[in-house]
């Protein structure tokens, strides 16, 4: 699942050395320069990596650093790096590229990503969930990414304008005291939209008892256990109900509203994630970045780690070994997730670059997403997004919104039928 990023425009550049060249290119897949119009390739022809904006910097120089094989990197628009893997000409196909963990599933089921086989003192460098939601299998799980960042939401809270809530009925009492303050005001600045965002939603769902996939004996997440509507859930969804009707939450408000009315003080109550950290630098509002207190149960986040693939065509183009040096030994060095820390704008994963990533707003957010849940990695991942968010849409829309024992019993089936 896509989450709303901030856009950088890359800056033409060609850099010309010994071991490297770097070429910026932005939009559509570019055809690689002097490449044959066959799949296959001498090893010794450059590694391609798609990066969004903001990872280039830092992947260059860690390409230059590396200096194992020339590396081209190509700026490539975020939302499309998955979707266009699957179409492009080999010709013109990427030898790595980065993305979610959420992708995992998708793209190794249809062999589009090989695994990878870092060493084993290289992955205790990892918190266990980083690598687990890289890694995907139904008989024997393999390492599908190289995670290098973390990401999830926080509940900001605006320190000039209400207290720190440190329970549930705190936050709500000043969430809803605020909104009666004064007309345009909101309670609780949760984007939605008519679209719907169970992303943003899901500290809400995990703290009334809900989860999306259970998981089998062997550990994998199962997709004939669908917990949208598991007796828990189903028994607290009264409480939706409830922050509907007092106005709590409503999903009319959409990402540009929820933002806008934190810099408008207008809310004092955001929830977001790092990729807004700039926007907060800038604020000047004083705030604070704390996980949703506990409702009946812990309120976690989704939690997103951010990876490297190395995708089929590094084979194709006779890379491979290259391409796999290249992400699963230097990419996961400390050193180089680090740099990539400070141009990404997210906590490292490596444990030990997190030790040295001294961001403020980021080390809040990371404190904001213990004991989080990884989004699934599984490909039915994709027949869950559209009824989730819906069954929040209906329910939280105010007059007129079906009730959430109907709304989330409707989409857990809508759902469980997709998978088939």
């Given at each position: 699942m896509v989450r709303k990023r901030i856009s950088r425009v890359g800056t033409a550049l060609v850099a010309v050395?010994?071991?490297?060249?770097?070429?910026?290119?932005?939009?559509?897949?570019?055809?690689?320069?002097?490449?044959?119009?066959?799949?296959?390739?001498?090893?010794?022809?450059?590694?391609?990596?798609?990066?969004?904006?903001?990872?280039?910097?830092?992947?260059?120089?860690?390409?230059?650093?590396?200096?194992?094989?020339?590396?081209?990197?190509?700026?490539?628009?975020?939302?499309?790096?998955?979707?266009?893997?699957?179409?492009?000409?080999?010709?013109?196909?990427?030898?790595?590229?980065?993305?979610?963990?959420?992708?995992?599933?998708?793209?190794?089921?249809?062999?589009?990503?090989?695994?990878?086989?870092?060493?084993?003192?290289?992955?205790?460098?990892?918190?266990?969930?980083?690598?687990?939601?890289?890694?995907?299998?139904?008989?024997?799980?393999?390492?599908?990414?190289?995670?290098?960042?973390?990401?999830?939401?926080?509940?900001?809270?605006?320190?000039?304008?209400?207290?720190?809530?440190?329970?549930?009925a705190q936050l709500e009492s000043e969430a809803l005291a605020f909104k009666h303050k004064k007309s345009g005001n909101i309670a609780i600045a949760v984007p939605q939209g008519s679209g719907g965002d169970p992303y943003h939603m899901y500290s809400f769902f995990s703290g009334l008892g809900g989860y999306v996939f259970g998981r089998n004996k062997a550990g994998n997440l199962d997709p004939s256990n669908i917990g949208i509507a598991n007796p828990t859930f189903l028994k607290n969804s009264v409480l939706i109900d409830k922050w509907n009707k007092e106005g709590l939450i409503n999903s009319k408000v959409d990402y540009n509203t929820a933002k806008n009315a934190f810099l408008k003080k207008q809310a004092a109550f955001w929830i977001t994630g790092p990729w807004e950290s700039d926007t907060l630098k800038t604020s000047g509002i004083k705030f604070k970045i704390i996980q949703m207190p506990r409702i009946k149960f812990r309120a976690v986040p989704f939690l997103g780690v951010q990876g490297m693939m190395v995708t089929k065509y590094a084979t194709d183009h006779g890379v491979d070994a290259v391409a796999k040096d290249f992400v699963s030994s230097y990419m996961m060095t400390a050193g180089a997730q680090l740099d990539l820390a400070n141009d990404n704008g997210r906590t490292?994963?490596?444990?030990?670059?997190?030790?040295?990533?001294?961001?403020?707003i980021q080390s809040q957010f990371g404190k904001a997403g213990v004991g989080g849940v990884p989004m699934p990695n599984i490909p039915q991942m994709g027949s869950v997004w559209t009824d989730f968010g819906q069954a929040w849409v209906k329910s939280t829309q105010g007059a007129g919104a079906t009730k959430a024992r109907i709304a989330f019993t409707t989409a857990a089936r809508n759902i469980a039928n997709k998978i088939g």
């Open positions: 050395g010994a071991l490297a060249l770097f070429v910026v290119a932005s939009g559509s897949p570019a055809t690689r320069a002097g490449a044959p119009t066959g799949a296959n390739r001498a090893a010794a022809d450059k590694l391609v990596i798609w990066v969004d904006s903001v990872q280039k910097p830092s992947i260059e120089k860690s390409a230059a650093a590396w200096g194992k094989a020339p590396v081209t990197v190509l700026v490539h628009p975020f939302g499309n790096i998955r979707d266009d893997l699957k179409s492009v000409k080999p010709e013109n196909a990427p030898d790595i590229i980065i993305g979610p963990h959420d992708w995992v599933g998708d793209l190794a089921t249809n062999g589009l990503i090989e695994p990878l086989y870092p060493k084993s003192g290289t992955k205790k460098q990892f918190p266990k969930y980083a690598l687990d939601a890289w890694s995907y299998g139904t008989a024997v799980k393999k390492l599908y990414g190289a995670p290098y960042a973390l990401e999830n939401v926080g509940l900001v809270v605006n320190t000039q304008l209400v207290k720190v809530p440190t329970t549930f490292p994963a490596n444990l030990q670059a997190a030790a040295k990533y001294k961001d403020p």
